[in-house]
């Protein structure tokens, strides 16, 4: 769930060609804004790190971070300029780079690298398959998209760290490839490998988190367990834009304001959450960023197929009240809640909301949260979670006003 | 050139649940809350032509729609709503009477069966399934699937922003709380404001919906003057609002609270596979049964031994 990502991008002079409008790298650059901000809204815990290779180098240009404001404003800042990449990517200095930041996290975080590739070759100075193994022990997933075609030192390197590899066909192609990518991977694939020892799997441990609350002037501060903050109505600056500087490039500008998160531990104030402590290192986050990956824990069970026809007496649909038409040949049921639904509300449930509102309103099926599914949380690749557990999640996170 | 009016959709969402405390003390509450409502919708519909709405009710063991109206081949009106064969009251806007008369006749028609369903469930197996937290959750999806296939059926040039009112007397219920994250997530990736106007007691879990998806929380003091609280501050529609003093939002406490006390913290251990919370580092996680890596103690370093200078 805690994952961290750097995406490669190739700046080499192949991703000049126009076979994407209008050219492969501003269409790059366009599905990356979308890409990054679906994976944060999907994963908010998460970070991620931007590293670009040209001229036979590679340059991080934005460290691992938790916020997309940050990626967003770079990625545009960078297509406004005019165009500055050129040579020949490297692969391997690349990857070198985020093995080198990567290698320094705690193991209960998932690895990634995306790598977008827009060249048939690579300028590398050593042998590139001694980084690929060295990726492999340290147990970094690297996924390849390539936008020409397939490269077999790609592949090879995909298969080998667990990742996947696609070639883009077209534009709508590459953001369908982009998008795979936001879901969380499955936590213990078992890496195929011929000789060596099997890769390392995520490890699972306690990560300390702190969950502070927001103060804003006038209102009391809390007691208790914490040190206090701040007198309410002072202002005070944020740590997050203690280095920030003016809109043009002016002098440094650190922002004052009244409310803010005052960190558990240190008391340090940010403006807004998820974020890492500079002062102490500990984890801020918020209930719902916890609980925005719930869904991918408890999955709506897939609705059967049903004909839709005269005798069966099936005319609309439980929950948007669409009329089914002679054009409708399918309709689809729950089979928690024998409720039936039209296509749309199908793909609306399964892609974005995650939970069946037959079952929702249903007294004997809610607390299953998922609809039957504690047979499922059994089986499922990511852990035992037992439909006890279901509950005791859903009666302890909770918050009271 | 026509300017583009933004249509407005409105869902209401009416919390029929027999178990809540203010139907039990007063005989007239429903009625009450069902006139208010009806007048408020139509308060909506008058605001402008295009606008929409539609009625849920949240009822003890189902959520149904009370309007628009699910049926096919009522005596009174055809299945696409259409008043033309229904009995009108002079003086009255037909769309008007339309909205009246379907939601009445739903409501008897939704409360004589679930009375029906209980006295059988009663006389089965001796005990009343139909107390309980009112399931707000499932409703709220149901709304939400109306949002989604109005905004398909929408043609591209017309705008049309959605709300949800939720009209509620329950308390805080604990365990919906995955469902009602996954909606509230949902309405916000959605555009859906969600408003929340509840009669007898604060419900932490819609406090926090509303915080998310911008929406208004408002708890009437007096339910006699419920009309006047809708009419005054659920009518207008959220691009107006901004240039309105409306009632300001209420503080929302997001601090997660740990599994094993259940209290809320400030500072706690995650697991890394389940996400659950704890207050105290343990070495297994009670949850998902992982067993996690304690530090192992720092090996002791022989200590030199100080020589005795003689």
Redesign the interface.
């Known amino acids: 769930?805690?994952r961290h990502m750097y995406v490669i991008v190739d700046f080499s002079d192949a991703m000049a060609d126009q076979d994407l409008k209008p050219t492969r790298y501003l269409c790059t650059m366009k599905l990356l804004e979308g890409f990054i901000e679906e994976y944060f809204?999907q994963n908010p815990i998460s970070q991620m790190g931007i590293i670009i290779t040209r001229n036979k180098r590679a340059e991080k240009i934005c460290d691992l971070a938790g916020n997309p404001r940050k990626h967003i404003k770079l990625i545009q800042q960078l297509v406004q300029q005019a165009w500055s990449g050129g040579g020949e990517p490297s692969l391997q200095n690349a990857l070198e780079l985020a093995h080198s930041s990567l290698k320094l996290l705690p193991p209960?975080?998932s690895r990634e690298v995306l790598i977008l590739l827009g060249s048939l070759t690579t300028c590398d100075p050593g042998d590139i398959t001694a980084t690929i193994e060295l990726l492999r022990k340290v147990g970094i997933r690297c996924s390849v998209i390539g936008l020409a075609a397939e490269v077999h030192i790609c592949k090879l390197l995909a298969r080998v760290t667990g990742g996947d590899f696609g070639v883009a066909l077209d534009d709508i192609h590459f953001r369908e490839l982009l998008l795979q990518h936001v879901l969380p991977p499955p936590?213990a694939t078992p890496v195929p490998s011929s000789n060596s020892s099997p890769a390392p799997t995520?490890?699972?441990?306690?990560?300390?988190?702190?969950?502070?609350?927001?103060h804003?002037s006038g209102?009391p501060a809390t007691d208790g367990?914490?040190k206090q903050p701040p007198q309410q109505g002072a202002l005070t600056m944020c740590m997050c834009h203690l280095d920030a500087k003016e809109e043009d490039g002016g002098a440094l500008v650190p922002r004052t304001t009244s409310g803010g998160y005052f960190c558990?531990?240190c008391c340090s104030k940010y403006c807004e959450l998820p974020v890492e402590c500079k002062a102490c290192g500990?984890a801020l986050v918020?209930?719902?960023h916890?609980?925005?990956?719930?869904?991918h824990?408890?999955p709506v069970v897939p609705f059967t197929e049903l004909p839709v026809t005269q005798e069966s007496g099936i005319?609309?649909?439980?929950?948007?009240?669409?009329?089914f038409t002679q054009h409708d040949k399918m309709c689809y049921r729950c089979e928690t809640c024998y409720q039936v639904?039209c296509l749309?509300?199908d793909l609306?449930?399964h892609d974005?909301?995650?939970?069946?509102?037959?079952?929702?309103?249903?007294?004997q099926t809610?607390?299953l949260?998922g609809s039957g599914s504690s047979e499922l949380a059994h089986e499922s690749s990511?852990?035992?979670?037992t439909g006890l557990?279901?509950?005791?999640?859903?009666?302890?996170?909770?918050?009271?006003? | 050139m026509a300017d583009e009016v933004e249509s407005s959709l409105l869902i209401v969402i009416i919390d029929t649940n027999p178990s809540q405390r203010i139907f039990r003390d007063g005989s007239q509450t429903l009625t009450q809350i069902l006139e208010s409502v009806i007048a408020f919708s139509n308060s909506h519909l008058m605001m402008k032509c295009n606008n929409k709405l539609a009625i849920i009710a949240?009822h003890?063991?189902?959520?149904k729609?009370l309007y628009?109206s699910?049926n096919?081949g009522d005596e009174e009106m055809a299945?696409d709503g259409d008043f033309r064969n229904m009995q009108q009251v002079d003086g009255q806007y037909e769309m008007f009477t339309l909205v009246e008369k379907t939601v009445r006749k739903a409501i008897h028609k939704l409360i004589s069966s679930s009375d029906h369903d209980e006295v059988e469930s009663l006389q089965g197996n001796g005990s009343s399934?139909s107390g309980?937290d009112s399931?707000l959750?499932?409703?709220l999806?149901?709304a939400?699937?109306?949002v989604?296939?109005l905004n398909?059926e929408n043609p591209s040039s017309r705008k049309m922003n959605s709300r949800i009112l939720v009209i509620t007397a329950s308390g805080?219920s604990?365990?919906?709380?995955?469902?009602f994250?996954?909606?509230?997530?949902?309405a916000q990736?959605?555009n859906v404001v969600m408003d929340v106007c509840s009669l007898d007691q604060?419900h932490?879990?819609l406090?926090?919906g509303c915080d998310?998806t911008g929406g208004l929380y408002l708890k009437i003091p007096q339910m006699q003057g419920l009309l006047q609280y809708l009419l005054w501050v659920f009518l207008p529609e959220p691009p107006i609002r901004k240039k309105l003093v409306l009632p300001p939002p209420?503080?929302?406490?997001?601090?997660?609270?740990?599994?094993c006390h259940?209290e809320?913290?400030?500072?706690?251990?995650?697991?890394?596979?389940?996400?659950?919370?704890?207050c105290k580092?343990?070495p297994i996680?009670?949850?998902?049964?992982?067993?996690?890596?304690t530090a192992a103690p720092l090996p002791l370093r022989a200590k030199k031994k100080r020589i005795k200078l003689t």
């Not at chain 1, 995520?202 to 927001?214: D, N, Y």
């Open positions: 769930m805690m809204d209960h975080a936590s995520a490890e699972a441990s306690l990560v300390k988190m702190g969950f502070p609350q927001h804003v209102l367990v914490t558990p531990q500990l918020s209930a719902p916890l609980a925005r990956s719930y869904h824990l408890f005319v609309s649909c439980h929950s948007c009240l669409y009329r639904f749309d509300c609306f449930i974005t909301m995650h939970v069946c509102p037959g079952c929702a309103s249903n007294r809610y607390g949260a990511t852990g035992a979670l557990g279901i509950s005791k999640l859903g009666s302890s996170i909770r918050s009271t006003h | 949240c003890s063991q189902c959520s729609y628009p699910v096919a299945d399934c309980g399931l959750a499932g409703s999806a149901m939400l699937c109306y989604h296939r398909k805080d604990a365990s919906q709380y995955m469902n994250m996954n909606v509230f997530f949902t990736k959605c604060d932490g879990l406090q926090q998310i209420v503080k929302v406490d997001y601090r997660a609270a740990c599994f259940r809320l913290i400030d500072i706690g251990y995650v697991c890394s596979i389940c996400l659950s919370v704890f580092f343990s996680c009670t949850t998902c049964h992982t067993v996690f890596k």
